[in-house]
Antibody, heavy 117, light 107 residues
């Protein structure tokens, strides 16, 4: 069965960096795009970036370009999200999700990133 | 970005009631509209895609309708397990965007 297993929660100070991971299993990793979304407390999910592990093609939302980067390791069937210069507004649950024709049919369990001094 | 609105923002209904949630989109998304259910502390779960196609394993009491800019999610015969927040999502254009959510409570 399809599973996306995310790394654990993180507590960071403003200005720090964090790298989240999302290990995929149960499907052919190189044939499906994986996205990162985040959800601030009490808010709707917000799309951040996607990557096609098979081609290496990726897009980061204009809103997040510059501080966030997405990458993948095919040998480990893992997608990463790098976040730099964290701010308090980046406090959220970060989800990876497998795309099926534009919608998200499988999600990771979420990684809470808390940014506070 | 394509703007999404939902109504109502919250609703409270009894077990067995029929409830309808409306999602309005700022520009036509044809039928590229999905519905998700999210329970506290959990990831969203895909219920309906292509505006009206039920995902495998989703109870038949859930149904979706609409096209263009107005869509509905209906739950016939509300069950206790349906207590959750429901989101719509458009996937016709990047950035894919979600509605603000409708919280459904059981009386």
């Amino acid at each position: 069965q399809v599973q996306l297993l995310q790394s654990g929660g993180e507590v960071k100070e403003p200005g720090a960096s964090v790298k989240l991971s999302c290990k995929a299993s149960g499907y052919t990793f190189t044939q499906e795009a994986v996205h990162w979304l985040r959800q601030a407390p009490g808010q709707r999910p917000q799309w951040m970036a996607w990557i096609n592990p098979g081609t290496g093609g990726s897009v980061v939302s204009q809103k997040f370009r510059g501080r966030f980067a997405i990458s993948a390791d095919i040998s480990a069937a893992t997608v990463f999200l790098d976040a730099a210069t964290l701010m308090s507004e980046d406090t959220a649950v970060y989800y990876c999700a497998k795309e099926k024709g534009g919608r998200y049919d499988f999600w990771g369990q979420g990684s809470l990133v808390s940014v506070s001094s | 970005d394509i703007e999404m609105t939902q109504s109502p923002s919250t609703l409270s209904a009894s077990v067995g009631d029929r409830v309808t949630i409306t999602c309005r989109v700022g520009q036509s998304t044809s039928h590229f509209l999905a519905w998700y259910q999210q329970k506290p502390g959990k990831a969203p779960k895909l219920l309906i895609s292509q505006a009206s196609t039920l995902e495998n394993g989703v109870p038949s009491r859930f149904s979706g309708r609409g096209s263009g800019t107005e869509f509905t999610l209906t739950i016939t015969s509300l069950q206790p397990d349906d207590s959750a927040t429901y989101y719509c999502q458009q996937y016709i254009n990047y950035p894919f965007t979600f509605g603000p959510g409708t919280k459904v409570d059981i009386k």
